[in-house]
């Protein structure tokens, strides 16, 4: 019989001091740096890594077009009015090893929304050598650092006006939104719901697709698209409002600013009228959702670990592409893949997918917690017991209070 006891750890004692030393003895063994042209001696290997991720899948532009973005002038804005500040990072470990690989955009528009930054994660690609180090998590935030950069220097060249210019840590008072896409949940993709959790530990939240049925581009070459068809993909639309990361709900105003900022964004590379059709259907979807008297849009919570998995089932792709892109050719091979008639022939089989996934989270247990509180470890829940969503008909109503615990 074991006379020991393993021993938890609260994040909590650590003195403010201690937690960056730890997170500095992690980070040590890296380095990371931006690409600011195509003839950097990194970038090929860089795009290399992300387009046989991404380029493959028609998820990603080509390198005529990410070199074009490399040498565009930043403080030259589009026909509309947006700014574009693209980013490639690549980190190295110590020994010089390339390890990771993130790329995006910063988006300022002030006649979309004056005091609203944009954050656009395109793309990450981690080396296995990388995996399950801190890395993932700095490549997650480090464009930040870039749109701090781009606002002040917006700024100083009189093409914005920040509400705070010397208050940096407040981000000059804008308001600052990480985004990234995400395909929809099936218990079948690991990788689906690993960077759904991934990104629920990170304060990302989804743009509920009932009002918000976003579509990524199709990225394809031109003459295959005219020989195929145009065919967006849809995806979860997630933010990280810095900050905010609370808030239930998204303001109908900034609804639309995303919406658009990343549509000028694509309009780089993609025909103007192909990207239309799933613009305006999202930006219609937000009008009606004003004329019905509502002025924002709900945020539905990701996961973050087995106690909460349960949210899944919102994301689930099969009801989303059946309640929110019915009819559209682009869901048209996974509805007819034969999942259908699974639910069919068994209607639990998603809780029990769901509880197998839980088994396999809860098997390996966690260490260290966030706090001694009841309900506020990682795992645990993130909203009071008396803001918890419920369900009217087919709309989510939350405290009135919109916010969570």
């Not at 910063?106 to 890395?135: K, Q, W």
Request: charged share 30%.
């Amino acid at each position: 019989m074991s006379t020991r006891r393993r021993i938890r750890l609260c994040m909590k004692d650590l003195y403010h001091a201690d937690v960056v030393e730890m997170i500095e003895r992690e980070t040590r063994p890296f380095e990371i740096y931006a690409i600011e042209s195509h003839r950097d001696p990194d970038f090929e290997r860089a795009f290399g890594l992300l387009w046989d991720c991404f380029g493959v899948h028609g998820e990603m532009e080509p390198i005529e077009a990410i070199r074009n973005f490399l040498d565009d002038d930043p403080f030259e804005p589009n026909a509309a009015g947006t700014f574009f500040k693209y980013f490639m990072f690549v980190a190295r470990d110590r020994d010089g090893n390339l390890r990771g690989v993130r790329d995006g955009t910063v988006l300022i528009n002030p006649s979309y929304d004056p005091d609203l930054c944009l954050v656009y994660l395109s793309h990450i690609y981690m080396l296995p050598e990388a995996r399950g180090t801190v890395l993932s998590y700095w490549l997650r935030i480090a464009p930040l650092d870039v749109a701090h950069q781009f606002m002040a220097d917006l700024h100083a060249r009189g093409l914005i006006r920040l509400p705070q210019p010397d208050a940096p840590g407040k981000h000059f008072g804008m308001t600052v939104d990480l985004c990234a896409e995400m395909e929809f949940f099936t218990p079948e993709e690991r990788i689906s719901w690993q960077r759904i959790l991934f990104y629920g530990r990170g304060g990302f939240d989804v743009i509920n697709p009932r009002h918000f049925p976003y579509r990524q581009p199709d990225f394809r070459p031109p003459e295959v698209i005219a020989q195929t068809g145009n065919q967006p993909v849809p995806f979860m639309l997630l933010l990280r409002r810095m900050g905010r990361e609370r808030q239930a709900t998204l303001p109908l105003e900034e609804a639309r600013a995303v919406m658009r900022l990343l549509y000028d964004d694509f309009q780089t590379f993609c025909s103007p009228d192909q990207l239309a059709i799933s613009l305006d259907l999202v930006l219609d979807r937000l009008d009606q959702r004003e004329a019905s008297g509502k002025n924002s849009v709900e945020l539905i919570p990701l996961p973050t670990g087995p106690k909460d998995l349960h949210r899944l089932k919102r994301l689930f792709r099969y009801n989303a592409y059946l309640r929110y892109y019915a009819n559209s050719p682009e869901t048209k091979a996974y509805l007819e893949s034969g999942i259908r008639e699974r639910l069919k022939a068994n209607p639990r089989w998603l809780d029990e997918e769901l509880a197998r996934i839980a088994r396999e989270l809860e098997a390996r247990p966690e260490w260290v917690y966030a706090n001694r509180d009841k309900g506020i470890t990682w795992d645990g829940d993130t909203l009071p017991a008396d803001a918890e969503p419920v369900l009217d008909g087919d709309e989510v109503v939350l405290d009135p209070r919109a916010t969570r615990g």
